[in-house]
């Protein structure tokens, strides 16, 4: 129950410093739609993210893991399908300068939106269950 209690509490943190690192993912709604959010992360990951990798294992395993962005990606379709004030759009990072190297503006359609959005939850997820545990 505790595990469950963190998870959830985790993806609502997320969720709500995710939209402040990507300019695609867009909720809105206040803190209802942040646990609802949170909630129905923590029962996919738990219930449908063990199916979805007993399924693309052959795939998962000739891809040495990165398979499982992409079934990420897809549990956060469902996310946005589900909880109605959280949505995902495609979008622009601008061109900039960083230490004299110069960044082009880089465009992400909605499947790599999709798939940027669900990487960078899985790195904030994994970051943090290293910080906690």
Same mark, same amino acid.
């Given at each position: 129950?505790?595990? /469950?209690?963190?998870?959830?509490?985790?993806?609502?943190?997320?969720?709500?410093?995710?939209?402040?690192?990507?300019?695609?993912?867009?909720?809105?709604?206040?803190?209802?739609?942040? @646990?609802?959010?949170?909630?129905?992360?923590?029962?996919?990951?738990? &219930?449908?993210?063990? /199916?979805?990798? #007993?399924?693309?294992?052959? &795939?998962?395993?000739?891809?040495?893991?990165?398979?499982? #962005? @992409?079934?990420?990606?897809? /549990? %956060?379709?469902?996310? !946005? %399908?589900?909880?109605?004030? /959280?949505? #995902?759009?495609?979008?622009?990072?601008?061109?900039?300068?960083? @230490?004299?190297?110069?960044?082009?503006?880089?465009?992400?359609?909605?499947?790599?939106?999709? #798939?940027?959005?669900?990487?960078?939850?899985?790195?904030?997820?994994?970051? @943090?269950?290293?910080? !906690?545990?």
């Amino acid at each position: 129950m505790k595990a /469950i209690t963190r998870s959830i509490f985790f993806y609502s943190l997320i969720l709500y410093f995710l939209p402040m690192l990507i300019p695609g993912l867009k909720i809105s709604g206040g803190f209802l739609t942040f @646990l609802m959010g949170g909630i129905a992360l923590a029962l996919m990951f738990l &219930i449908l993210k063990p /199916i979805l990798n #007993i399924i693309s294992f052959p &795939i998962n395993l000739v891809t040495l893991g990165l398979f499982s #962005i @992409l079934t990420n990606a897809f /549990i %956060l379709y469902l996310l !946005v %399908l589900f909880v109605s004030g /959280i949505s #995902i759009v495609p979008f622009n990072y601008p061109p900039s300068e960083v @230490l004299s190297f110069a960044v082009p503006k880089i465009s992400f359609p909605l499947f790599f939106a999709y #798939i940027y959005t669900a990487f960078m939850l899985s790195f904030i997820d994994s970051f @943090l269950s290293w910080l !906690v545990k």
